[in-house]
């Protein structure tokens, strides 16, 4: 990887989630989605991106020495008990780097087009990139207590956040040094009034959260294959 022209972005995928509502028998990384797994996947679409002169997984820390035979050109780190602090546990041995995009391993059908999309923002000048996609269904407020629809919402400039998101070193470890709360690395970088830049993001780089989901995926992989 040393000899890539495209040096100085590091990949950062966190993959110690548990998985619990995929429901599945073992960590979600480590499920098989047709002959490889959602980390092998992810790290392999990582690489095909010719974007990374690194990549670090975080796993559970009983997978580590598992993960390490599966991903041997990665480097691998164990995670937390939330993503916030496997991304932080990611990051701390990060050492010197201009980017890093941080790539849920969830998202294993990600092409590798996406990855250069959004290093390529951060080239030109983007402190935080985030690939996004309209949101097609309408949308509704209700009230949770009484399930009753209180407004619809404009959805024109709603948009479905993906990953990989893409930071430049410097406000990445600024954000992740508060101690604020938000569901994605981004929204620590917005809580400290930085610009976040969109990029067009990509339907195949859903993220396997239900076991919808991975059905969804295992037949997407079964149709190229056979394509
Ligand atoms: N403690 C955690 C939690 C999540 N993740 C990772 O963050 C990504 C997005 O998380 P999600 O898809 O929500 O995974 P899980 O936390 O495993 O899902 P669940 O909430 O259903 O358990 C995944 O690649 C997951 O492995 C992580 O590295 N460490
Ligand atoms: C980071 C993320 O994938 C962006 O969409 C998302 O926020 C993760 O959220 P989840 O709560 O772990 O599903």
Not at 117 to 125: A, K
Not at 136 to 159: C, G, N, S, W, Y
């Amino acid at each position: 990887m040393s000899s890539n022209p495209r040096t100085g972005t590091v990949a950062l995928i966190p993959a110690a989630g548990m998985g619990t509502r995929l429901g599945e028998d073992q960590p979600k990384a480590f499920v098989d989605l047709g002959g490889t797994t959602i980390l092998e996947r992810s790290v392999d679409s990582a690489l095909r991106s010719s974007v990374f002169s690194r990549v670090i997984v975080v796993v559970p820390e009983d997978m580590v020495e598992h993960a390490r035979e599966l991903v041997p050109e990665a480097e691998v780190v164990a995670g937390g008990a939330e993503r916030s602090d496997s991304v932080r546990a990611g990051l701390a041995v990060i050492g010197a780097a201009e980017r890093v995009l941080i790539h849920d391993a969830a998202r294993a059908l990600t092409p590798p087009d996406l990855f250069v999309r959004v290093d390529d923002e951060l080239r030109n000048g983007a402190t935080a990139v985030v690939p996004v996609l309209p949101v097609v269904d309408t949308l509704k407020r209700v009230d949770t207590v009484d399930h009753e629809v209180i407004e619809t919402v404009d959805r024109a400039k709603l948009r479905a956040v993906q990953t990989p998101q893409g930071f430049t070193h410097t406000a990445l470890q600024l954000a992740h040094a508060e101690s604020g709360d938000a569901t994605d690395d981004a929204g620590l970088v917005e809580a400290l009034g930085s610009r976040v830049q969109t990029v067009h993001g990509d339907q195949y780089a859903f993220k396997i959260t239900t076991a919808f989901d991975l059905r969804i995926a295992r037949l997407l992989l079964a149709d190229e294959a056979t394509s």
